[in-house]
């Protein structure tokens, strides 16, 4: 249906702009991340699609991911249609990098181009290594569209001074005045109409601006980190509480739809591979078979949890930018890492945190049946000699993940656990007999 449409706009577009120019619009007016990326590639299809002559950026932007930044600049320096970049306000960081790759910039009042400095995601400058290759990245970008490369320079490393424009103690950012200075910007503009009259250079044209469909709503607003976030913690999180209360339950539903939601966009996006996919399902394979084959928490496990980490922070990002030419590029890691390290972490330790108090507070007892089946009624149970035990020291003799035995007074016993692990030798209180089992409290080594 989605092919229809386009075949059908393209025919459309073609018998009403016949002899007319035509301006494709795209708007960047957000952070620089994966689903910016995709706007523009989908953009840029739509564009050849209808034969346009021109593609205007519209962009306001305070920065965002290198790897994205990296991955459009490309895209728009290899285009075969003239692109020119609309700065309507703000065009910093990886915003820069994208405006300087395009062929003309045109500045509206008030905006500004530069301070391409790269920070983590505290706002913390990286180190050397990492700014060497935005540097180089600006340079050529600025030469290739014959702009002075040491001005471009100057906008990531405050150690760069270029007499008359900047000293060595600041990061270079121009105002549309100073850019136009410097051959930084060919023009004042207030609207897309005053931009693609210049840059059209002259009245005959026709601007056609980018639709966004709900589906295509929906696959950016996946996308982006914070909901990629929210989902990796809905993952982690449902793992844990699964292993604490092992069979197919409702931590079990919400790590699947986490991880469905979490890489079918970037597979449609041709984000994530195969191998990145089936690498994290090998992750959680390995920390289930810790859990339940073998005893203690050891090389599997870690293991496990390393290649999990991997599948979902590859799973980001477009590895045709790992390689730069001979040497490994490290740049398109270092965001997409730390969002599944803090992510994940953050919820194992609140999952942690929750299931002390969801599993240890009375509170929840309410959800079950309460019932009693009273012998004297009729009704014939377990031993009842077992209920004595509650409140009995006990020594854990295998390893309860949750359920394991314990030894009280020289005799061995099922029992489970309320809820956490404890290794073979710990020390537990039984707090519970109920269903013909015991229910242990870990008490500290």
């Known amino acids: ?37 995709r706007i523009l590639m989908m953009g840029m299809r739509e564009a050849q699609k209808l034969n346009a002559d021109y593609i205007i950026i519209n962009i ?24 020119a970049a609309f700065i309507n306000n703000q065009a910093a960081s990886a915003g820069a990098l994208i405006s300087i790759s395009c062929d003309s910039i ?42 002075d490369p040491k001005i471009a320079e100057a906008m990531v490393d ?19 005045e100073e850019a136009i200075k410097n051959n930084y910007c060919e023009g004042k503009a207030e609207t897309i109409e005053d931009v693609a009259f210049q840059f059209v250079g002259s009245k005959d044209y026709v601007i056609i601006k980018q639709r966004i469909t709900f589906l295509d709503k929906m696959i950016s ?31 079990s539903v919400i790590a699947i739809i986490g991880a469905v939601l979490y890489f079918a966009p970037l597979y449609l996006e041709g984000l994530a591979n195969y191998w990145e996919i089936i690498l994290f399902f090998i992750g959680i394979a390995l920390i289930i078979l810790e859990l339940f084959a073998f ?23 477009d590895n045709d930018l790992l390689l730069k030419g001979d040497e490994v590029n490290l740049m398109p890691i270092i965001k997409p890492l730390a969002l599944v390290m803090v992510t994940g972490t953050s919820s194992l330790i609140l999952s942690i ?53 314990i030894d009280i007074d020289g005799k061995w016993y099922e029992a489970s656990l309320e809820f956490g692990m404890v290794r073979k030798g710990g020390t537990v209180v039984v707090t519970r007999f109920e269903g013909g089992r015991l229910y242990c409290e870990c008490l500290p080594q």
């Open 353 to 405: 945190y929750f299931a002390s108090k969801v599993f240890g507070s009375s509170r929840f007892t309410k959800l079950a049946l309460k019932t009693s089946l009273m012998e004297s009624d009729g009704f014939v149970g377990v031993n009842t000699d077992y209920a004595d035990l509650v409140g009995k020291m006990a020594v854990v003799m295998t390893d309860m993940k949750p359920s394991g035995k």
């Open 1 to 37: 249906m989605r092919k229809f449409l386009t075949v059908l706009l393209v025919l459309v577009s073609s018998l009403i702009f016949a002899g007319e120019r035509k301006v494709y619009v795209i708007d960047i007016r957000q952070e620089i991340n994966a689903a910016s990326q």
């Open 60 to 83: 306001n932007t305070y920065g965002g991911a290198v790897d994205a930044a990296d991955s459009m600049r490309t895209a728009i320096l290899k285009s075969k249609i003239p692109f």
């Open 295 to 317: 005893v203690g928490f050891g090389i599997a496990g870690i293991l496990g949890i390393i290649i999990l980490f991997a599948g979902l922070t590859f799973a980001m990002i």
């Open 106 to 147: 045109y500045m509206s009042k008030g905006s500004s181009i530069g301070a391409a400095t790269v920070v983590d995601q505290t706002g913390k400058v990286l180190p050397d290594k990492y700014q060497s290759f935005m540097r180089a990245m600006m340079r050529s970008t600025a030469e290739a569209n014959g702009r």
């Open 158 to 176: 405050p150690s760069v001074s270029i007499p008359g424009i900047i000293d060595s103690t600041k990061v270079l950012s121009f105002t549309r």
């Open 221 to 251: 607003f996946f996308l982006s980190p914070v909901v990629q976030g929210i989902l990796i913690m809905m993952i982690i999180g449902g793992i844990y509480f699964e292993v604490q209360a092992p069979g197919f339950g409702f931590p």
